[in-house]
């Protein structure tokens, strides 16, 4: 779970332990520091993380362990000192004081490999925050892991999937605070593709994550508060069909083998205006940064138990009519005005009927909001 400086989220930290204790036993749950939020130049800063977010949980019965340590992951932080001389130092103090022993493995957002093996020898392994394509086309990420995972040998090593990334907020780095990162051409089965065929390689990787709105990256229900100063996280952009859809690939990862389909299903995700649309960048909050990586489809996904056929549209696009096989089967269609849908028919049946009505595409927004709207049926 990433954290924070709210002073509400130890308590619901530690609600989500107990709730894991009691409904689901063998859940594990371990945290992340967001260090973009959490202060760390004093020794009291640390401290506050060491009272609130190690000591509560490192004797419950959830919390996950790795070779007999507490797991404990950062994203960035690479400058925290903690009230020592330098960061290095400022996070050996901290793991070294948090009164039980620790797995530490921070996203440490350098470029020099070197140091994993001098200043920063001491943690137990490295995250990459790396989980979206940096180009307009196709997908680069393990080109990064590969050299990552070569020049951090001896170490533990935590890399992401993520099934999208879109941020428009007004203030600080519109590098940071403005952007789009890729997540059209099935990018998310094509990371966890690359994930799947390296698997040996890799002892963890997250999914990011389950409930960032702010950077429209969320897989969780959309419950209790989000962001406030955005307009892009509305509840008809729920991403619940894509947990539905992460349990298949992380199965697969997890068990090298590709689990059986034994329910038909439709998984259709798209965002509801053209990637040009004129208020992303007249709105007072800046042009969106990455755009035109986007491309303006209807993504279809159909699990199937054996063949089939599919239609599919939007407004007045379609697919025709589609010979699917059995297994993992995936188009597009063109986005236009109006609202979508899916038909599966196997030997002359409907199995599915899917039109959802909480989509319509429209090519004049009044609101810019490239986060995702996803659907799922069930035959």
Same mark, same amino acid.
């Given at each position: 779970?990433?954290?924070?400086?709210?002073?509400?989220?130890?308590?619901?930290?530690?609600?989500?332990?107990?709730?894991?204790?009691?409904?689901?036993?063998?859940?594990?749950l371990?945290?992340?520091?967001?260090?973009?939020?959490?202060?760390c130049?004093?020794?009291?800063?640390?401290?506050?993380?060491?009272?609130?977010?190690?000591?509560?949980?490192?004797?419950?019965?959830?919390?996950?362990?790795?070779?007999?340590?507490?797991?404990?992951?950062?994203?960035?932080?690479?400058?925290?000192?903690?009230?020592?001389?330098?960061?290095?130092?400022?996070?050996?103090?901290?793991?070294?004081?948090?009164?039980?022993?620790?797995?530490?493995?921070?996203?440490?957002?350098?470029?020099?490999?070197?140091?994993?093996?001098?200043?920063?020898?001491?943690?137990?392994?490295f995250?990459?925050?790396?989980?979206?394509?940096?180009?307009?086309?196709?997908?680069?990420?393990?080109?990064?892991?590969?050299?990552?995972?070569?020049?951090?040998?001896?170490?533990?090593?935590?890399?992401?999937?993520?099934?999208?990334?879109?941020?428009?907020?007004?203030?600080?780095?519109?590098?940071?605070?403005?952007?789009?990162?890729?997540?059209?051409?099935?990018?998310?089965?094509?990371?966890?593709?690359?994930?799947?065929?390296?698997?040996?390689?890799?002892?963890?990787v997250?999914?990011?994550?389950?409930?960032?709105?702010?950077?429209?990256?969320?897989?969780?229900?959309?419950?209790?508060?989000?962001?406030?100063?955005?307009?892009? !996280? &509305?509840? $008809?952009?729920?991403?619940?069909?894509?947990?539905?859809? @992460?349990?298949?690939?992380? /199965?697969?990862w997890? %068990?090298?083998?590709?689990?059986?389909?034994?329910?038909d299903?439709?998984?259709?995700?798209?965002?509801?205006?053209?990637?040009?649309?004129?208020?992303?960048?007249?709105?007072?909050?800046?042009?969106?940064?990455?755009?035109?990586?986007?491309e303006?489809?209807l993504?279809?996904?159909?699990?199937?138990?054996?063949?089939?056929?599919?239609?599919c549209?939007?407004?007045?696009?379609?697919?025709?009519?589609?010979?699917?096989?059995?297994?993992?089967?995936?188009?597009?269609?063109?986005?236009?005005?109006?609202?979508?849908?899916?038909? !599966? &028919?196997? $030997?002359?049946?409907?199995?599915?009927?899917?039109?959802? @009505?909480?989509?319509?595409? /429209?090519?004049?927004? %009044?609101?810019?909001?490239?986060?995702?709207?996803?659907?799922l049926?069930?035959?």
């Open positions: 779970m990433n954290v924070g400086s709210n002073d509400w989220q130890p308590a619901r930290v530690l609600d989500a332990y107990n709730a894991a204790q009691r409904v689901a036993p063998h859940f594990k371990s945290i992340s520091l967001d260090m973009s939020s959490l202060a130049a004093t020794v009291a800063d640390g401290q506050y993380i060491i009272d609130n977010f190690i000591t509560p949980f490192k004797s419950h019965p959830n919390r996950y362990l790795y070779n007999s340590k507490l797991f404990l992951s950062t994203f960035a932080g690479q400058w925290c000192t903690f009230g020592q001389a330098r960061p290095p130092a400022g996070w050996k103090w901290l793991v070294q004081n948090a009164g039980t022993p620790i797995y530490f493995i921070p996203n440490l957002q350098i470029g020099d490999a070197t140091q994993l093996s001098t200043t920063w020898s001491f943690i137990d392994g995250k990459l925050w790396n989980a979206w394509p940096k180009i307009s086309a196709g997908n680069t990420q393990w080109a990064d892991d590969d050299w990552w995972l070569q020049n951090s040998q001896g170490k533990g090593y935590l890399t992401l999937v993520s099934p999208w990334f879109f941020i428009h907020r007004a203030g600080g780095d519109p590098a940071i605070n403005d952007r789009y990162m890729r997540g059209d051409n099935f990018e998310y089965r094509q990371r966890w593709q690359q994930l799947i065929d390296h698997r040996d390689s890799l002892p963890f997250e999914v990011a994550s389950w409930n960032d709105y702010g950077e429209s990256h969320y897989i969780g229900p959309m419950s209790g508060l989000w962001p406030d100063d955005v307009k892009y !996280i &509305t509840a $008809n952009n729920d991403h619940q069909a894509w947990a539905d859809y @992460t349990w298949y690939y992380a /199965t697969w997890k %068990s090298g083998a590709a689990p059986t389909i034994d329910t299903r439709v998984y259709m995700w798209a965002r509801i205006h053209p990637k040009n649309a004129a208020v992303c960048s007249t709105d007072g909050v800046g042009t969106v940064l990455n755009a035109n990586w986007a303006d489809l993504y279809i996904s159909v699990f199937l138990k054996s063949a089939a056929q599919a239609y549209y939007s407004g007045s696009n379609n697919s025709g009519t589609k010979s699917l096989n059995a297994g993992v089967n995936e188009f597009t269609v063109p986005l236009v005005s109006g609202g979508i849908g899916c038909t !599966i &028919t196997r $030997n002359g049946a409907a199995l599915i009927k899917y039109t959802p @009505t909480d989509f319509t595409y /429209t090519t004049s927004p %009044s609101v810019c909001n490239m986060n995702a709207w996803t659907g049926f069930r035959g």
